[in-house]
Every structure is written in C-alpha cells, then in structure tokens.
C-alpha cells in the first residue's frame, strides 16, 4: 500500500468493518469476513493493537473452513527495547524486494527521539506513527527522522522498500541497520548549576543525553572512565 494512501485505507477499512460487525443477526460467513477487514485497518493504524489478534480468532472461529483466516495472519511486528540504563537501539534486517519491517516501542510524551536507517543506494525508508496511525513529521523520511514525541504510547516505525529497491520476484533483499535513540534528559536539582550522571557503555556504542539551555549560558561537560577510553561529542538538537 502507497505511504500516501496508508491511513485513508485504514480509516476505510475499520469504518466499514465496523460498520458490518454491528449488524444485528449476520450471517457468520460475512462476519467473519467483517472481522478479517477489521484485523487489516488495525494493522496498518497500529501493528502492535492486540485486538489484531482477538478479532483473527473471532474471524477463525465464526468461518473454520475458511483457510483465510485460519492461515493468512498479519506480518510479524518486531519489539524494541532498551536495555537497562540504555538510550539507544541496533536493529539489522534484511528487506524483502519492495517489502516492510514494521518495530514498534513504547515511548513517553515528551521525548525526543532519532531515527537513522543506513542502507545501500537509499533502497529503503522509514515512516513513524503514533498509535492511531498518525504520521509524525510528515509521511515519510528518507533515512532520518527526529523530532519530539506528543504523547505517551507506542509508536511505529516502518522500514519500507523505495522505488530503487529490487524488484519483486528479482530474489534479491536489501540488508539494512536501523538505529533508534531516545537520550536520557538531564535535568538540574532547583537552584543546582550542575548534575553528575554515571552510567556504562559498551565498545563501539553511546549513551545519549538531552538537556535544555540558554542563549548565551557557558557549559562545561567533562567525562571520566577507567582507561580514558570514553569519547564525547556534543551536538545541537537541530
């Protein structure tokens, strides 16, 4: 389904759908085909919805003989979590020609968070979602997207083929990393004019951190480790 048309077919879906379900007396061959409906425009608005998974049961249960809905389910949806104390995630996969991986996080209002996908000759593209299938900063990203969270919730990620993705039936996949940071705010104790944060890290990965100032104000960051064999860089939030 086109990016541009995603939410639309969405939206068409579960109003239809519903619509049907609350039909008094169906017959169950229809109904069932009403929950199978129901169970594709709660995907596309949120991948992780359970009741993705109750209304394909009801489909299999009202219609047994029918192996559409005892075989066909939704595609998988991959979970991230951060690790204790972490701010970042490493996700790698590989994209079936013109397909999508869809991860999803949980996430509070208020965060910022960065999503960066490196893959070859731009074959691919991220969206993000809220969990009612609202585009965030746009429909869709190249390969970066940021940006600061509104609510609490899950969000959506999709890793999604581009147009110089191969083609289908090719046989050809295109292999992708995907990083997801939420730094940790660093907040000052009233009237504090510094804060100490500990924390670990390991080879070849960061901690990220987030802090609001002024125009004007002189910061000094300093950082200490067994071995001095931490490095520190220090960027703007645009």
Avoid: C, K
Avoid at 36 to 42: A, I, L, N, R
Wanted: hydrophobic share 40%.
């Amino acid at each position: 389904v086109a990016e541009s048309n995603e939410q639309w077919l969405a939206d068409y879906l579960l109003q239809q759908s519903s619509a049907a379900i609350s039909v008094p007396n169906l017959d169950t061959t229809t109904l069932a085909t009403a929950y199978y409906f129901h169970v594709w425009g709660t995907y596309l608005q949120n991948p992780a919805d359970a009741q993705i998974t109750a209304d394909l049961q009801q489909a299999a249960t009202l219609s047994p003989n029918e192996p559409l809905f005892n075989q066909v389910a939704p595609p998988d949806v991959n979970r991230i979590q951060f690790g204790p104390g972490e701010t970042a995630a490493l996700l790698e996969g590989d994209l079936p020609a013109q397909g999508s991986d869809v991860y999803v996080l949980s996430a509070q209002a208020g965060q910022n968070m960065m999503v960066m996908l490196t893959v070859p000759d731009e074959a691919a593209r991220i969206t993000v979602q809220d969990s009612a299938g609202n585009y965030l900063n746009g429909q869709m990203a190249s390969t970066l997207w940021q940006g600061t969270l509104p609510e609490s919730g899950e969000y959506v990620i999709r890793v999604i083929g581009s147009e110089t993705a191969p083609s289908a039936g090719s046989g050809q996949a295109v292999s992708y990393r995907l990083q997801v940071i939420i730094p940790q705010r660093i907040s000052f104790a009233p009237g504090a004019t510094s804060a100490t944060i500990e924390g670990d890290v390991a080879a070849y990965e960061a901690d990220d951190y987030i802090l609001a100032a002024q125009e004007g104000q002189t910061m000094r960051v300093s950082i200490t480790s067994p071995g001095a064999n931490v490095l520190l860089t220090i960027v703007g939030a645009d």
